[in-house]
């Protein structure tokens, strides 16, 4: 099976300015999880999308928000970029079980 | 408040040698506890996991302990290979809202020497 995609790999944008990330998950997994991982911060916890549906939400303001669609493919919107906000941005998918399996990440530089 | 805990940020041992990588938790509700390493410019892999109604599980090279009453956890390499160089994070979860979203550890950066 092909495993996470996530694209872009790579995206440079300036404050103020708002951004898409897309991944697809593997094959048969309906559930689509959203990370930031900052230098020293671990793997910050977004959302967690499920057929379609937001099931978890992290503690993030509200400029970040997400979609999955029918397909599982999922979406996640940074609005308003800040200075902040640049990060590895990390999907995950699962098969109703503990274990994520995750895509390579987009790496966002916000300038 | 930091629900899983790694207070070591990186570890370096020698090639052939054991590393030990450890994991503090505070939420008695995590049941399953996994490990998961990355390499740089990658997303994490999953390494290992234990459930909280074992103390042990072993994976060829790497075996994982998890002490429940001390709420502490610890990945075992033996013997450790230049390869395992990466950085390791600790993750512990609990059922939410019908998923299990695993909480993730700041991470330990592990350096094997040839």
């Known amino acids: 099976k092909a495993g996470v995609t996530q694209t872009p790999r790579y995206l440079i944008k300036t404050r103020g300015q708002q951004v898409t990330l897309s991944c697809s998950p593997i094959?048969?997994?309906?559930?689509v999880s959203w990370y930031q991982q900052t230098p020293g911060q671990g793997l910050q916890f977004l959302f967690e999308?499920?057929?379609?549906?937001?099931?978890n939400k992290g503690n993030f303001p509200g400029r970040f928000s997400g979609r999955q669609f029918s397909n599982s493919r999922s979406e996640m919107n940074v609005s308003t970029l800040e200075l902040g906000d640049s990060a590895l941005y990390l999907c995950?998918?699962?098969?109703?079980?503990?274990?994520?399996?995750f895509g390579p990440g987009t790496r966002l530089t916000v300038l | 408040d930091q629900q899983v805990k790694q207070n070591s940020p990186s570890l370096s041992v020698q090639e052939g040698r054991i590393s030990i990588l450890n994991c503090d938790y505070t939420?008695?509700?995590?049941?399953?506890f996994l490990w998961y390493k990355k390499y740089p410019a990658e997303g994490p892999t999953f390494l290992i996991s234990?459930?909280?109604?074992?103390d042990k599980n072993e994976d060829g090279r790497f075996t994982v302990f998890l002490n429940k009453s001390a709420k502490h956890l610890s990945l075992h390499i033996v013997p450790s290979q230049p390869g395992d160089s990466a950085v390791y994070f600790c993750a512990a979860s609990a059922p939410t809202g019908g998923s299990y979203i695993p909480t993730f550890g700041r991470g330990t950066s592990l350096i094997v020497h040839p």
């Open positions: 995950a998918s699962n098969f109703d079980t503990d274990t994520q399996y």
């Open positions: 094959s048969g997994h309906r559930s």
């Open positions: 999308y499920f057929s379609e549906t937001q099931r």
């Open positions: 939420n008695s509700m995590f049941d399953y």
């Open positions: 234990i459930s909280s109604i074992k």
